[in-house]
């Protein structure tokens, strides 16, 4: 495990750091960080059970939610992978950008297993199935005759609806519809990064 680490992060520093997408990327703090932690245990509550435990009603999810923002987000327990994973947030962000979604650009209607995405004039239909007990959620959806699910969990708070998403499921939806994305460098890059890594999320959030 600790050698997977240790290469996610020199792939990061290496990938990264010369790219113009990646102008946000903090090697210092990363080397920073590994030196506080890389040998030290941490010890905290399990995140899944934090979700689980502060759980909405399928009733609260229901509803037009507008997306706000993503990110990349590590529910595991080492530091070292917490710290690599927090770094590469600017991929996600430009990849997006690529797909123009921005801020206020899409509509998510949830409703009792149903589910709508709508950006401008396209509109993709899906369904999902809660787990209130666990906050645990399964997305699917069909586009071309390619059905494609990702499960992961979701948590409310303060009117603000946060979903998080198996990043490597997701990113496998992602480019199994749109088989473009398969040739993307950002893609190709988070897919090598996380690729045996687990409790690694992509975490929309979104706002009525």
């Known amino acids: 495990m600790k050698k997977t680490l240790y290469t996610l992060i020199a792939v990061v520093a290496v990938a990264l750091v010369p790219t113009t997408a990646s102008a946000q990327f903090n090697l210092s703090r990363l080397l920073g960080g590994i030196q506080k932690v890389a040998n030290t245990e941490t010890q905290q509550q399990d995140p899944y059970k934090r979700l689980a435990d502060a759980a909405p009603s399928s009733y609260t999810l229901n509803g037009t939610w507008t997306y706000k923002s993503a990110s990349f987000s590590y529910l595991g327990s080492s530091p070292l992978a917490d710290i690599a994973i927090a ?72 009117g603000e609806l946060t979903i998080l998403l198996d990043a490597r499921e997701l990113i496998s939806a992602m480019t199994t519809i749109m088989p473009e994305l398969k040739k993307d460098q950002n893609i190709l890059l988070v897919e090598t990064l996380i690729k045996d890594l687990k409790d690694v999320y992509v975490v929309g959030k979104f706002t009525k």
């Open 87 to 158: 770094q590469i947030d600017p991929i996600i962000t430009n990849t997006l950008k690529q797909l123009s979604i921005t801020p206020g650009s899409v509509k998510l209607r949830l409703n009792g297993g149903k589910g709508t995405i709508t950006q401008g004039d396209h509109k993709l239909d899906g369904s999902y199935v809660y787990t209130r007990s666990k906050a645990a959620i399964i997305a699917e959806t069909t586009l071309d005759g390619k059905t494609v699910k990702a499960s992961g969990y979701v948590r409310y708070e303060s």
